[in-house]
């Protein structure tokens, strides 16, 4: 069980009224998460007193700052059990590094008549890179679907999954449904026809312990602002052998070994993905992170959100009009995402944010789910360890407030 009173004592936002005399109810961490006051210290320590360019210079500042970077990437790569720290790439979020493994992998590695499988509830950012290198080399996309309740429909997945498979690339956690994907499963399928896997992790590393050498994926993506860490930081794990034989993404400082007029040769791992000063006091901030989520212990985190999923589920089922998306709570991630009958999602969250509660209304980039769906958006309130059943209550009483604003019956 989590003191949740003291948790709440870490983020200083969570203190803060939405509106003067109106609390804030944070429900949106599934697009970003509130910061604990360790990493936000952890970042203005370091402006104050190491603050200096990374792997070039030889003063005692540019050390500092080199240890403290290259330190977190060490503990952020055991945090996801990575054999190997050369293996974690520091990146801007998800997004590039979907954007990185389509432009460097899949340029070199996807022709004419290969397949590119997805499926149907991933995040724009695991389409549109994908659709992109398609494109280019005539290659096709596929999705596997999803049945009506939120699930991949498996059964499809023998016709889908074949030895034109290229790779599959596929999201842990939906961040519309919540959908807990069977990961180890998906990846062992793949693995049998020598297809390539990609998982989407941005919704499953900050809510439950993610292994990536359990999970057997060549390639694992997050970002660090869902997960009490800063914007503008991310991670790319890619298997040693594939990373080693993928060309750069980006040329320039840090990335190379050698540069003449007539040509370069390449940095090692990790440094030949990362061109250019990097992101300096969020990989600090993103290890600082990493660190609070273990002295929480992430097992503990994902049990609390499976309380608050099956408390919301049960207390938004009682909303006359209010219709539930995607699997039970026992399935999902920490979501609940719904349309009230009459109401667009927007008004929705307009509503409930006059009362403090901040949620998501939208398409939560991810198109082709909703358009399955035949809806244009959705709501979607989301959960985090700081997050409480009363908060879930008050998310309620301001639905029924929304009810009676539009005077539905
Ligand atoms: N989803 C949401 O509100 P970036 O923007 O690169 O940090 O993360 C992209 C991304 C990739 N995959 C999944 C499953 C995601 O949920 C997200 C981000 C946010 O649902 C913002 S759109």
């Known amino acids: 069980m989590l003191d949740v009173a003291k948790i709440r004592a870490d983020f200083p936002i969570l203190a803060d009224e939405a509106y003067p005399g109106v609390p804030l109810v944070y429900l949106d961490s599934a697009a970003s998460s509130q910061k604990p006051l360790a990493v936000i210290e952890a970042m203005n320590q370091y402006y104050r007193h190491s603050n200096a360019n990374v792997h070039r210079g030889i003063h005692r500042l540019s050390e500092e ?24 790439i520091y990146v801007r979020n998800a997004t590039e590094a979907f954007n990185l493994v389509a432009a460097t992998w899949g340029r070199a590695n996807i022709g004419p008549g290969d397949e590119i499988l997805l499926t149907e509830m991933e995040h724009h950012a695991n389409i549109v890179p994908w659709q992109m290198v398609a494109q280019e080399k005539g290659a096709t996309v596929r999705y596997v679907p999803f049945a009506a309740d939120g699930t991949l429909d498996l059964t499809a997945l023998p016709q889908l999954l074949t030895e034109r498979t290229k790779i599959f690339s596929f999201t842990a956690v939906s961040n519309v449904f919540g959908t807990i994907n069977p990961v180890t499963e998906l990846v062992a399928a793949a693995k049998a026809v020598g297809a390539v896997t990609m998982v989407d992790a941005a919704q499953s590393v900050p809510h439950m312990a993610v292994d990536v050498q359990a999970l057997g994926c060549d390639f694992l993506a997050f970002s660090g602002h869902k997960m009490c860490g800063p914007t503008g930081i991310g991670i790319l794990y890619g298997k ?11 040329g320039g400082g840090d990335m190379i070994r050698r540069v003449t007029l007539e040509g370069s040769t390449w940095n090692e791992l990790p440094w030949k993905f990362e061109a250019g000063t990097p992101s300096i006091a969020e990989g600090v901030g993103l290890g600082t992170a990493v660190d609070y989520l273990n002295t929480v212990g992430m097992n503990n985190i994902h049990a609390h959100e499976q309380l608050l999923t099956s408390y919301a589920l049960e207390a938004l089922r009682d909303v006359k009009g209010l219709t539930l998306i995607g699997p039970p709570a026992t399935q999902k991630g920490s979501v609940a995402t719904f349309t009230l009958q009459g109401v667009h999602p927007h008004d929705i969250a307009e509503l409930l944010d006059k009362d403090g509660i901040a949620i998501r209304a939208g398409h939560h980039c991810a198109m082709p789910l909703h358009h399955k769906l035949r809806v244009p958006a959705t709501a979607r309130a989301s959960f985090y360890l700081y997050n409480t059943t009363q908060e879930i209550d008050q998310l309620v009483q301001s639905l029924e407030k929304v009810r009676k604003v539009f005077r539905l019956a």
Do not use: C, K, Q, W
Not at 71 to 83: D, T
Not at 240 to 250: D, F, I, Q, V
């Open 65 to 88: 700052a080199t240890n403290a970077y290259e330190g977190a990437r060490e503990r952020i790569a055991r945090f996801i059990n990575a054999p190997d720290s050369a293996e974690v």
């Open 240 to 250: 040693r052998h594939l990373l080693e034989a993928m060309p750069p993404y980006m």
